[in-house]
């Protein structure tokens, strides 16, 4: 049987994602690899996602991006100061793809975790 495409099983992967996840699952029978791309697409963020939250935080409410990416804590912060002045705000809109791919890699590694592979 043919290995399956892990471009095709999770659309949307930009290029460092793409290599990450490419090493992490390179170990990965044909199953655990399917079973690991559907876990792992229910959980991973899009970069424009994390981008548009950032961006409210410039005209409405401050560390959306925070709680998409389950940083409750940031969130709450950057929510009562108006997103640290706006200062936060700043460095997430220019860091967001950095803040998303570090995201994603927590995700792969719980989604390795629950299909019982330990990396």
Known sequence: MQQPNLIMLVPGMEGEELVYLQSVTSHLDPDQLQMFASLYNGKRKNSDTIL???????????????????????????????????????????NYKKLTFQYNQKMAQESLALIGVYR
């Not at 709680?67 to 220019?94: E, H, K, P, R, S």
């Open 52 to 94: 548009i939250g950032c961006l409210i935080g410039f005209v409405a409410l401050g560390g959306i991006q925070r709680f998409l990416l389950n940083q409750v804590g940031m969130g709450l912060l950057y929510l009562f100061t108006a997103g640290l002045c706006l200062i936060g705000t700043i460095v997430d809109t220019v």
